[in-house]
């Protein structure tokens, strides 16, 4: 199972971008439960910028509330995050992450839990 994630760039503060993330498997995947994206900036640790269940449900940081928007589509496999107002402080590493990716086998239920390569997001002043 491998996520491809997409979109970053460089950017003036205020300007917008998608980041897009696309999960595929060896075979075709059942389910995934959740999916999300996550930030790393420079000397930081790995945060949560937001997450959508398999049932819909969303959750943001506090610093992505009113800016960002998460969608998933799940008959594609993707997760997108579509970021607005962008601050300098916004400037990261993003990672898209897909939690118990589950491919049809007739071996049973296999679940794979992963991350995408990141793409780089940076926000100039």
């Known amino acids: 199972v491998q996520l491809q994630a997409s979109g970053g760039g460089f950017l003036q503060a205020g300007g917008s971008l998608r980041l897009s993330c696309v999960a595929s498997?060896?075979?075709?995947?059942?389910?995934?439960?959740?999916m999300a994206w996550y930030r790393q900036a420079p000397g930081k640790q790995r945060e949560l910028v937001a997450r959508?269940?398999?049932?819909?449900?969303?959750t943001y940081d506090d610093s992505a509330k009113g800016r960002f928007t998460i969608s998933r589509d799940n008959a594609k496999n993707t997760v997108s995050l579509q970021a607005g107002s962008l601050r300098p402080e916004d400037t990261a590493v993003y990672y898209c992450?897909?939690?118990?990716?589950?491919?049809?086998?007739?071996?049973?239920?296999?679940?794979?839990?992963?991350w995408g390569q990141g793409t780089l997001v940076t926000v100039s002043s």
């Open positions: 992450y897909a939690d118990k990716v589950r491919l049809y086998s007739s071996l049973g239920p296999i679940y794979y839990d992963r």
């Open positions: 498997g060896s075979g075709p995947i059942f389910s995934i439960d959740h």
């Open positions: 959508v269940g398999i049932d819909g449900t969303i």
